[in-house]
């Protein structure tokens, strides 16, 4: 795709997702924060199916949506993307950039919402913060949206098995967080939409603003041009061969008869 119709088909995901989760943040806050549609369900589902080892399995799952491992996977999406070091510097800084910014809008709309979280007797782990949107989530669905566009960036064919793996990644944080009873449902829709939002419209910039030159994925121009060099130089409208292949030219017609033997007489003896 073009880097429009990419700037385009971003901006229109990201303002869809965006007004999704407008309409979503504006029913929490209308019915104060109380369970909406089937929240309460899932919630008593969860806690009817917990064995030992499924909580253990969802607590290290879980884990993965926080801290160092969602920063060190955008450093690796960045380096993926990237083809040339300073291209690699430049979308670190960018990936590290979305990450970093979309928590801190994160946060704001959570000191704004401030919706409570389920009873903490239905915790089967810690959490801290208020619910909406759910930080896990939103953390775990930016970093694989980071690490998809970079793979198809990267090699966009052939990449299908290994994007349903990230996405599923970034999708079952966000469902451990019901299933440890620290979420609504509605916190997790409301993280998926916030993360896709901010995902469109990160790109939708980049594609739109970013020179080419300086884009992940594109061929550097500086290297390019090293070894594009032509093996003559043109000077003056003329072109210079290499001295040894004017050498090697000239003797092999001087060691060699004419083609023409009429003209010079008889052929030189070798």
């Known amino acids: 795709m073009k880097r429009g119709e990419v700037a385009e088909l971003a901006g229109s995901c990201g303002l869809g997702a965006w007004t999704a989760f407008g309409v979503l943040t504006m029913v929490v806050v209308g019915h104060d924060g109380i369970p909406l549609f089937a929240d309460a369900d899932l919630l008593s589902w969860s806690i009817g199916h917990r064995p030992d080892v499924a909580v253990a399995f969802a607590r290290g799952l879980t884990d993965t949506g926080t801290g160092v491992v969602p920063y060190a996977l955008a450093v690796l999406a960045a380096l993926i993307a990237g083809r040339s070091p300073r291209q690699r510097a430049l979308a670190v800084a960018l990936c590290l950039g979305c990450l970093g910014a979309g928590q801190a809008l994160r946060y704001a709309v959570m000191a704004l919402v401030t919706r409570p979280r389920p009873p903490l ?150």
Not at 190 to 212: E, M, Q, S, T
Not at 242 to 248: M, Q, Y
């Open 121 to 270: 007797a239905d915790w089967a782990t810690h959490a801290s913060g208020w619910a909406f949107p759910s930080g896990h989530t939103t953390t775990a669905a930016l970093t694989a949206g980071l690490l998809i566009i970079a793979v198809r960036v990267r090699g966009p064919r052939g990449t299908i098995p290994l994007t349903l793996v990230i996405g599923g990644w970034g999708a079952s944080v966000g469902l451990t967080r019901v299933y440890l009873g620290v979420h609504w449902f509605t916190d997790v829709v409301g993280g998926w939409l916030f993360a896709l939002g901010w995902l469109g419209l990160c790109l939708g910039a980049l594609a739109r603003w970013l020179p080419d030159r300086w884009t992940p994925g594109a061929a550097d121009t500086d290297s390019a041009r090293g070894t594009a060099e032509p093996t003559g130089s043109t000077a003056g409208g003329r072109t210079h061969t290499a001295p040894g292949r004017t050498d090697v030219a000239r003797e092999q017609r001087e060691d060699h008869a004419p083609d023409d033997p009429g003209r010079r007489g008889r052929s030189r003896p070798a």
